[in-house]
Structures are given as C-alpha cells and as structure tokens.
C-alpha cells in the first residue's frame, strides 16, 4: 500500500510492527493499572509484598518491548537507514519475553 499524496509506504512489516507496538502499549498500561490497585491496597500485604517484584519486572520488559517497537515502527516509516537494527532490537525484545514467560517443561 502507498499513499503517494503522503509520501509514506506503508508495508505488511509496518503494518506488524504497529500490532506488536499497540499491543505491548495496552499490556504495559494494563500493568501500570495492577501497579496502581496494588499500591491501594498497600505494600504491606503479604500477596502483594510476594507479587510486587515480579509485576515491576513485566512492566520494565513491556516497556523495553514498547520503546523498541515505537522506534522500530518510526524508522520503518520514515525508511530511516537504521530500520533493520531497530527491527532486530524489536524481535529480540519479542523472543526475550518470549523466553522469559514460556513455561520450562
């Protein structure tokens, strides 16, 4: 797809790379609300004292997650020169994530 008119070349890559940013952007904010409840509760709760670092860890990850893939899908759309290393940093986010949360069988 091009919209000339525009000057932007929108391609299937672009288009993936904004469902990976839009999405890791809705569970990073998701997190940040959990963030929020469990400071309402308070941090003196044993199930919050236990769950808390793991929940500040997701949020640092889908964060990582998100920042890659804004940078990948801005430099995808303004065909920046450093694209492809953003796109690595992207998937690499993706598959470390990935890594982290597959359950060990």
């Not at 469990?38 to 808390?52: S, T, W």
């Not at 889908?62 to 893939?69: K, M, P, V």
């Not at 492809?84 to 890594?99: D, E, F, H, N, T």
Request: proline share 4%; net charge neutral; with cysteine.
């Amino acid at each position: 797809m091009s919209n000339s008119s525009a000057g932007i070349d929108v391609r299937p890559l672009t288009i993936i790379t904004g469902i990976v940013m839009g999405s890791s952007v809705a569970i990073s904010l998701g997190l940040l609300v959990a963030v929020i409840v469990y400071l309402a509760v308070g941090l003196d709760e044993p199930r919050v004292q236990e769950e808390f670092p793991a929940l500040t860890g997701s949020i640092g990850m889908f964060l990582i997650l998100t920042a890659t893939s804004a940078a990948s899908f801005a430099a995808l759309i303004k065909t920046h020169r450093l694209r492809w290393v953003c796109q690595v940093a992207m998937w690499g986010s993706v598959l470390w994530i990935g890594y982290r949360y597959w359950p060990a069988s």
